[in-house]
C-alpha cells in the first residue's frame, strides 16, 4: 500500500469518527488519540485512533484483552504517561479543558480539583507508614483547608463511602485493613474535590467476589450522589456489564465497537466483541453442552503495522476486502456502531457446535480425604487452615471447589498432594489404600498418581530450563523411561496439548502466558495422572486464552479419565467445568453437591451470597445478598456455626450456639446447616444498609 | 564492530520470519467456512517454518541485548579498561616500564636521584632508596591481583553452597547456621585476620583463605535471601511434586536462576577483598619478601614522609589501590544493573 492510500485511508477514518458519539455536554472527550511508546528510538503505536465521550454521570466501560491500550487510554485521560509515551495526534478534552496542553500547575489543580483516579491495588495506592485519617486528610488540604477542616472533612468522607466507624479507621494503618476497606478509602480520597471525572482502572480486580460486589454496589451509588462522569476499565465483563451505560471495546489500540451496554453485549456487531462474549462460559454452559469459542492467534504486537483492519489476521470472517480496505465505522443505531465490513454475518459466527466427549464419570472412588485437618502455628498460636474435611473424588470426575481467599481452598490442595502433612488422623486413600503424609514419603506410583496445575505459570515453571528439558525430566521422573523413549513421549505429550515442536526448545518467557500454561499442563499430565490439582489456572489468563485452556483441560478430562480439583473464584468457570462443587468456608466444607443442584433450588446461605455476589455477564439482576463484616480470623473462629457472624438467615439462640451437622437435603447434595429445605427457600428479607466494619 | 552486524542479521532472520508467517496466514485460508473449528486453530500463535531457528535466535538476541546494554555503559567500560590494564601490569610489568621494582634510578651519567619528586626522568618520583615509584607501583599490581579473586572466587563458592542448604532446608539448620554467622560478622575483620596470621604464618595460602573464610558469611547472607525468595516459586513444588531430592532442587532448579547475583556477589568481593589483601599488607602482613612491590607496604612505608613534602612514594600506590578498587565496583554495578534489567 503506498502511502497516499494509507493518508487517505486515515482521513476517511478521521472524518468518520467525528460523526460518531459525540456528545456536547461531555466531561471526558477523547477524539482520535494517537499515542505511541517509544522503544530505542523507535516510537511503537499503541493508541491507532481513539475517540469516545463520557457524560456527566454516565459510567463508560471499556473492555478488551490485556495489551489491547484500555489502562494507556484510562492514564492518558488523566495525562499519567511513561516519559517514553508521544502523543502523535488527537486531543484529550476533560472538564473543558484540553489535557494535552496544560502546564504542571494546571495539571495539579485539574488533578486534585476535576479529576480522579482509583487504581487496581489499593495497598500501592495508599502509604504504608501514614495513618489513613492523615492520608485522606491530605486530599482535602491540597484543596486549601487546614488541618482540623481536613480531618473533619475526611471523617466524613469515609462515611459517604460506607465505612461504619470512621474515626477507628483513620486511626490505622494500611497494613490493618483488608482489601476491600482500603479501596473504600482510595475512593473516599478520589472524592475528596468532588471530581467532574472519576477514572477507575480495575479497581476490583484483586477482591473477591462478595467484597468486589459491595465495592461495585458503593461506585453505583455514588455516581448518582455526584453526578461524575466514570470511565471504568475491567478485563472482568461480568462488572462492566453490571455498571456501565456504554461500552466501547478495544482492540490492538483501536475501538471497534460502541455501544449502550445491553446492545453490545447482547448483539455484537463485530467479530471481535462475539469471540471475547462467546469464549466466556456463560448462560449456565456445561462442558457437556459445547466447547467454549476461541480466537485463533496472538494480539498483535504494541507498533505491528496495521493499515485495515487492526482485527484482520484473527477474524474468521476475514476476506480481501478486509485486507485491503480499512473498515469505516459502521453504524448500527443511534448509539451503537462497528468497525466491520460484514457486520450483518456476525451472528454467523456465535457458537461452536456440539461436543462429541461423553464425559464419563466412574463409580469407584479414586481419592478420598476423610477427617483431614491442618493446622498451622503462627506465632505460637494454633490455626486451623482446614478442619476435618470429607471428601471422594469418582474417576473422571471434576469438583469444583469455591470460597472466599482464606476459606483453605489452597490448603486443602496443598495437603492433599503431600506439599504439607495433614494433622494426625485424617487419612487420604488413593484407590483405597492410604498414602503417606507428604510426597517426598509418598511411593513413586502415589506420586505420580497426584500433580498439580498452579495459577501462575511464570511461577511454576523454571525459567532458566527449556520447555523440552523440563518435560523430559517430568517424563523420566514420573514414568521411569530414558533416553529415546523419553523424547518420544515428550512429543507426544507437546502434541496432546497442541504445542508446536518448535516450542520445545524454548525458555518460559519466550512464550505467550496460554503456552506456558499449556506447558504447565503437559507437565501435570506427563505421568498419567490418576488426579490433577488445578489452582486457578486461568485466572492470570485473558479470556479468549482461558476458554482454550478450559477446552483443553475438559478434552484431556474425557480422553483420560482424569479426575480434577478444580479451584477457581470464578463461578462460571466452574459451572462449565465442574461436576460437583464443594464451598468452603473457614477451612469447613459447607456444602458439597451436584452442580446443577448447586445452581437451581435451595442452598447453603453462605452459598447464596457467594452466587449473588457475582456481576452478571447476562444482565440478569439477582437479589443481591450482602455479605456482612469481613472473614474472621480462622484462629479465632466463631462459636457454633462458623459463619453464623454473616449469616442473614442466622437464628439467634441456636447458629451461635451448636455447630450443624453434615445433612443431606437431598440424594448427593450436603448441607452443613441447621435450616431445612423449607426454611432455605423462604425468601430472605434484606434489613437497611449494610456498613463496612471493622474485622475486629 | 562485529556485534553490530550480528544484531542486523539475527534482525533480519526475524523479520524475514515473521513475512513468511504473515504471507502464510494470507494464502492460508481463502473461504472461511463457518462457523470456525477452534480446535484447529488456537494454536498456531506465529507459527513459522523456521521456528526452532527462530526460537534460537530469539535467545540469542536477548544475549545481544544484554552485551549491547553492558558494552554502550561508560561505568563498565571505564571500569574494565582499569581492570584489563591492571592485569596487564600484573602479567607482564616490564612492558611498562624499564626499572625493576628494587631497581636504583640511574641518569645517563650515572648519577642516582634518591627522594625526587615526579619528573621526565621518573614519573611518580623516586623513594628513599632511589627506586622509581612508578615501576613499583606497576610491579605491586602482582600481588593483589593473585591473592584478592582467589579468596574472593572461594568465598562465593562457600557462600552459595551455605546460602543454597540454609535458604531453601530452612528449619534448625538455618536457625544454627544464621547464629554462627551473626557471631562471625560482628568480629572486626581486620583484627580477625591479624591474629589468624600471626598464628598461621603469613603464606599465601593463609592469606587467601583467611580471607575467604572472613567474607563467607557475607556471601552466604545474600545468597540465603535470594535462595529463600526463590524457593517459594512454584516450580520448586513442582520439582517436589514429582518426587525429585534437595539436593537435586537446589543445584539443578534453584541455582541457575540465582547466577547472576553470585556473578555480581563475586565482583563485589573481589574489590573488598582488594581492600583488605592492601589492608593487611600496609600493616607489614604480606606474604613476600620485604623488598618486594606492594601497594599496601609501599603505602605504610612511605606514609611517614608526607610530613617531609614527599607525598610521592606513598600518594600514588594509594591511587593505585583506590583505582582498582573503584573499577571493580563499576563493574559490580553495571553487572548488577543488566541482571536487573
Keep these: ?696 | 564492530m562485529s556485534s553490530a552486524t550480528d544484531d542486523e542479521a539475527e534482525l533480519n532472520l526475524t523479520r524475514r520470519a515473521t513475512l513468511e508467517s504473515n504471507s502464510d496466514a494470507l494464502q492460508g485460508d481463502e473461504a472461511p467456512t463457518l462457523p470456525v473449528e477452534p480446535e484447529d486453530k488456537y494454536d498456531t500463535e506465529d507459527e513459522a517454518e523456521d521456528g526452532a531457528l527462530l526460537a534460537a535466535a530469539e535467545r540469542r538476541k536477548i544475549r545481544a541485548e544484554r552485551r549491547k546494554l553492558l558494552l554502550t555503559s561508560p561505568a563498565f567500560v571505564i571500569g574494565s579498561l582499569i581492570v584489563a590494564f591492571w592485569i596487564l601490569c600484573a602479567i607482564a610489568p616490564g612492558v611498562f616500564t624499564q626499572w625493576g621494582p628494587n631497581e636504583v634510578v640511574r641518569l645517563a651519567d650515572g648519577s642516582t636521584i634518591p627522594r625526587t619528586g615526579p619528573s621526565a626522568d621518573a614519573w611518580f618520583g623516586t623513594d628513599a632508596i632511589g627506586n622509581d615509584v612508578f615501576a613499583r607501583v606497576i610491579y605491586g599490581a602482582r600481588p593483589v591481583l593473585i591473592l584478592a579473586p582467589i579468596a574472593a572466587a572461594l568465598s562465593v563458592v562457600a557462600g552459595t553452597l551455605l546460602g543454597l542448604i540454609m535458604g531453601y532446608v530452612r528449619g534448625w539448620t538455618d536457625e544454627i547456621m544464621s547464629r554462627i554467622i551473626e557471631a562471625f560478622l560482628s568480629i572486626p575483620v581486620i583484627l580477625l585476620a591479624l591474629m589468624v596470621l600471626v598464628i598461621f604464618g603469613r603464606s599465601r595460602l593463609v592469606i587467601i583463605v583467611t580471607i575467604a573464610v572472613l567474607f563467607t558469611p557475607v556471601v552466604t547472607r545474600t545468597v540465603r535471601s535470594t535462595v529463600m525468595a526463590e524457593a517459594q516459586l512454584d516450580y520448586v513444588t513442582s520439582a517436589k511434586l514429582r518426587g525429585e531430592n534437595n539436593l537435586y532442587v537446589m543445584v539443578r532448579e534453584i541455582l541457575p536462576n540465582i547466577t547472576s547475583v553470585v556473578v555480581v556477589e563475586f565482583t563485589v568481593r573481589v574489590g573488598y577483598a582488594i581492600f583488605t589483601v592492601a589492608t593487611l599488607a600496609f600493616l607489614g602482613l604480606t606474604a613476600d619478601d620485604a623488598t618486594s612491590a606492594d601497594w599496601g607496604r609501599d603505602v605504610a612505608n612511605n606514609y611517614g614522609l608526607i610530613q617531609a613534602d614527599q607525598w610521592w612514594p606513598s600518594v600514588f600506590p594509594a591511587l593505585a589501590i583506590a583505582s582498582l578498587v573503584i573499577a571493580v565496583n563499576l563493574i559490580a554495578d553495571s553487572l548488577d544493573r543488566v541482571s536487573k534489567a
Design chain 1, 1 to 696: 500500500m503506498s502511502n497516499d492510500d494509507q493518508t487517505n485511508d486515515q482521513a476517511a477514518d478521521q472524518a468518520s469518527d467525528q460523526t460518531v458519539g459525540q456528545y456536547a455536554d461531555a466531561v471526558l472527550s477523547i477524539q482520535d488519540l494517537e499515542l505511541a511508546y517509544e522503544v530505542r528510538g523507535v516510537p511503537r503505536a499503541v493508541l491507532r485512533g481513539v475517540s469516545f465521550d463520557v457524560r456527566p454521570g454516565e459510567a463508560y466501560g471499556l473492555v478488551g484483552e490485556s495489551g489491547c491500550g484500555k489502562s494507556t487510554t484510562a492514564y492518558a485521560a488523566m495525562r499519567y504517561m511513561p516519559d517514553n509515551a508521544i502523543i502523535q495526534g488527537g486531543r484529550i478534552l476533560a472538564a473543558g479543558q484540553d489535557v494535552t496542553d496544560m502546564t504542571r500547575a494546571e495539571l495539579r489543580r485539574f488533578r486534585s480539583h476535576d479529576a480522579s483516579m482509583v487504581y487496581q491495588d489499593p495497598v500501592q495506592a495508599l502509604n504504608p507508614a501514614l495513618r489513613i485519617g492523615r492520608q485522606v486528610a491530605e486530599s482535602f488540604r491540597i484543596l486549601g483547608l487546614d488541618k482540623k477542616q481536613a480531618m473533619l472533612r475526611a471523617e466524613y468522607a469515609l462515611e459517604r463511602v460506607k465505612i461504619a466507624d470512621p474515626k477507628r479507621v483513620m486511626d490505622r494503618y494500611p497494613h490493618q485493613l483488608s482489601g476491600g476497606m482500603l479501596q473504600r478509602v482510595v475512593i473516599a480520597m478520589a472524592l475528596a474535590g468532588d471530581p467532574q471525572l472519576l477514572v477507575l482502572d480495575e479497581p476490583t480486580t484483586g477482591l473477591d467476589a462478595t467484597v468486589e460486589a459491595e465495592v461495585l454496589d458503593l461506585v453505583r451509588d455514588l455516581r448518582h450522589e455526584t453526578n461524575a462522569a466514570i470511565l471504568l476499565i475491567a478485563h472482568n465483563l461480568g462488572v462492566i456489564r453490571s455498571m456501565c451505560d456504554r461500552v466501547g471495546v478495544m482492540y490492538a489500540g483501536k475501538i471497534v465497537e460502541q455501544g449502550e451496554a445491553q446492545d453490545v453485549f447482547e448483539s455484537p456487531k463485530h467479530p471481535y466483541t462475539m469471540g471475547l462474549l462467546n469464549a466466556i462460559p456463560r448462560k449456565g454452559l456445561r462442558k457437556t453442552d459445547r466447547e467454549l469459542f476461541t480466537i485463533p492467534g496472538n494480539l498483535p504486537q504494541i507498533g505491528a503495522a496495521l493499515p485495515t483492519c487492526v482485527y484482520v489476521d484473527r477474524c474468521p470472517l476475514a476476506d480481501e476486502t478486509c485486507r485491503t480496505v480499512t473498515p469505516p465505522v459502521v453504524q448500527v443505531d443511534d448509539t451503537h456502531w462497528t468497525r466491520c465490513h460484514h457486520l450483518d454475518r456476525v451472528e454467523s459466527i456465535r457458537t461452536p457446535a456440539a461436543t462429541t466427549n461423553v464425559f464419563e464419570v466412574g463409580t469407584e472412588t479414586v481419592l478420598e480425604l476423610s477427617g483431614v485437618s491442618k493446622t498451622f502455628r503462627q506465632r505460637g498460636h494454633d490455626v486451623p487452615a482446614l478442619v476435618s474435611v470429607d471428601l471422594g473424588f469418582a474417576e473422571g470426575e471434576t469438583l469444583g471447589l469455591v470460597g472466599e481467599s482464606g476459606s483453605g481452598k489452597s490448603t486443602l490442595a496443598k495437603t492433599l498432594l503431600g506439599i504439607h502433612p495433614p494433622d494426625e488422623g485424617g487419612v487420604i486413600t488413593l484407590d483405597g489404600r492410604p498414602v503417606r503424609a507428604t510426597a517426598t514419603e509418598r511411593r513413586e506410583s502415589s506420586i505420580r498418581a497426584m500433580q498439580m496445575v498452579f495459577q501462575n505459570p511464570d511461577s511454576a515453571l523454571n525459567r532458566s530450563w527449556t520447555v523440552r528439558r523440563i518435560l523430559k525430566r517430568t517424563v523420566v521422573k514420573l514414568t521411569g523411561v530414558k533416553g529415546k523413549e523419553a523424547d518420544r513421549r515428550v512429543t507426544e505429550l507437546a502434541e496432546a496439548m497442541r504445542l508446536s515442536p518448535r516450542h520445545l526448545d524454548m525458555r518460559p518467557r519466550q512464550l505467550s502466558g496460554g503456552l506456558k500454561q499449556r506447558v504447565a499442563i503437559a507437565r501435570a499430565f506427563a505421568g498419567d495422572p490418576r488426579i490433577v490439582v488445578c489452582d486457578e489456572p486461568t485466572s492470570a489468563l485473558d479470556v479468549s486464552v482461558q476458554a482454550a485452556i478450559l477446552n483443553l483441560l475438559a478434552n484431556l478430562q474425557n480422553d483420560e479419565r482424569t479426575s480434577y480439583l478444580f479451584i477457581s473464584h470464578d463461578i462460571g468457570v466452574v459451572r462449565y467445568l465442574a461436576d460437583r462443587i464443594a464451598v468452603m468456608y473457614l477451612g469447613r466444607i459447607m456444602e458439597l453437591a451436584d452442580t446443577d443442584q448447586i445452581f437451581r433450588g435451595v442452598h447453603h446461605p453462605y452459598t447464596e451470597a457467594l452466587l449473588s455476589a457475582v456481576p452478571s455477564i447476562d444482565g440478569e439482576t439477582e437479589n443481591r445478598i450482602p455479605l456482612g463484616g469481613e472473614i474472621p480470623s480462622p484462629a479465632n473462629p466463631p462459636s457454633g456455626c462458623v459463619f453464623h457472624t454473616r449469616c442473614h438467615r442466622a437464628i439467634e439462640g441456636l447458629c451461635e450456639v451448636i455447630e450443624p451437622e453434615m445433612i443431606e437435603l437431598e440424594p448427593g447434595h450436603w448441607s452443613k446447616c441447621h435450616l431445612t429445605v423449607e426454611q432455605l427457600s423462604q425468601p430472605v428479607e434484606i434489613r437497611g444498609e449494610r456498613l463496612a466494619t471493622l474485622a475486629d
